[in-house]
């Protein structure tokens, strides 16, 4: 192991301290903007909950607003603390703020206006706008070792093929979150999950290499990752199981774009797209109702019987429905976890598949 550049452990440290502040902060706005966003009609029935008292409530929704707001507020303030020798990054952090900002924007806009969902897959594709245009960082892919002798090369480089990569990774994961959803907690705590898992990637790698700009990416990921961390747990307090409050398409949208955006800056856009196994597997399964090959709801949902308080899977091609099926009735409470535990299993497998790949020692 090398050190890890000092320079980079007090910003580190100082961007927990704002995230621990943030997580508090959320967890007090909630209820707050619960008031405010019921008072405008802004709110959902649990459809899992059809049947019972509970599902006559009306849940407050796009509760990700409070979410987005305190995460925007803790990165942006946290520049004042990081005095990075290269202003490179600087330029493309704030692209990469403008980019989720827009997409939290553009959910938002979605929560209000019921956007129809076909054009709506196509939101985060403006929203990557600002880091696409920004971004100067490296434009080449890691070959896997067993592949380097055939091909030639450690690394490709793809150059402006690799932008239009990008592209493609922030449509992909953006939508991968929102559509792997509609059980309490679901869209949260596969968040939480999938920050831990890059959370404990960085802090694996960072000492790995004695690059400077290597160690760097990593601590650039972290900046955004812990803000994200923080607050998500804060929201998912409000949204598990029995649901208090939705997150809206505003939550999912940002999630979505702040963890592509972590995983470019940090350079690891391939070990992200595995750590999002659970949800590429949601989308293989939903590609034929996506593209229009079958009918596909509003909502694509287990069949909930009041009578037992279990959830069946239907004939929609979601994980959730695929699950249910093979492994039987559940309560929605521990079908989440199942699907939580199901994440970290990709992300234990990602962490597996990388040593075996590359190494750890890249
Ligand atoms: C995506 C899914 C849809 C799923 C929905 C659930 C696709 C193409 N779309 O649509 O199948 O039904 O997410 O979020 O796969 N809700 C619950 N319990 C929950 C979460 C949500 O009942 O734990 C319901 C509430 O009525 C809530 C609504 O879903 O108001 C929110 O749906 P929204 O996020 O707008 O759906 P989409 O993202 O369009
Ligand atoms: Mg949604």
């Known amino acids: 192991h090398y050190q890890i550049q000092h320079d980079l452990i007090k910003p580190i440290l100082i961007n927990a301290g704002l995230s621990l502040a943030g997580f508090f902060l959320t967890v007090k706005m909630i209820p707050v903007a619960s008031k405010y966003v019921l008072k405008r009609n802004l709110f959902g029935y649990d459809i899992n909950k059809k049947g019972t008292p509970q599902g006559t409530v009306k849940v407050p929704e796009s509760l990700g607003i409070v979410v987005a707001v305190v995460f925007m507020v803790l990165t942006i303030v946290f520049q004042f603390f990081n005095f990075a020798p290269d202003s490179n990054w600087l330029v493309e952090y704030n692209a990469a703020l ?8 553009l959910g ?29 960082g490296h434009t080449t892919i890691i070959i896997p070792k067993p592949l380097v002798s055939y091909i030639g090369l450690k690394v490709l480089d793809l150059g402006f093929i690799y932008k239009i990569y990008m592209w493609f990774l922030a449509i992909f994961c953006t939508n991968c979150i929102n559509i792997h959803a509609g059980i309490n907690g679901l869209e949260v705590g ?22 400077p700009e290597y160690q760097q990416a990593h601590a650039f990921s972290m900046y955004l990752v812990q803000p994200l961390l923080a607050t998500s747990l804060a929201l998912l307090s409000y949204n598990w199981y029995p649901s208090s409050v939705f ?33 590429v597997l949601n989308f293989l399964l939903s590609a034929p109702q996506l ?17 037992t308080g279990l959830l069946t899977g239907t ?48």
């Open 98 to 105: 403008a980019s989720i900002c827009f997409m939290t924007l």
């Open 108 to 136: 938002f806009i979605d929560d209000v206006l019921d956007v129809p969902w076909r054009v709506k897959l196509l939101l985060p594709s403006i929203a990557a706008f600002p880091l696409l245009m920004a971004y100067a």
């Open 190 to 211: 596969q968040t939480v999950v999938i920050a831990s898992a890059i959370l404990i990637h960085n802090v694996m790698q960072i000492g790995v290499s004695a690059d």
């Open 247 to 279: 997150v809206g398409d505003t939550y999912t949208y940002f999630a979505g774009m702040t963890l592509v955006v972590v995983g470019i800056l940090g350079h690891f856009s391939e070990t992200l797209l595995v750590f999002f196994l659970a949800q």
């Open 291 to 307: 593209f229009g090959f079958r009918h596909c709801p509003r909502h694509r949902l287990p069949r909930f019987d009041p009578q």
């Open 315 to 362: 004939n929609d091609g979601t994980l959730i429905n695929f699950y249910l099926r093979m492994f039987g009735r559940k309560t929605e409470n521990s079908l989440c976890v199942h699907l939580l535990l199901v994440q970290a299993l990709g992300c234990g497998i990602c962490f597996g598949l990388r040593y075996l790949l590359t190494g750890w020692y890249k």
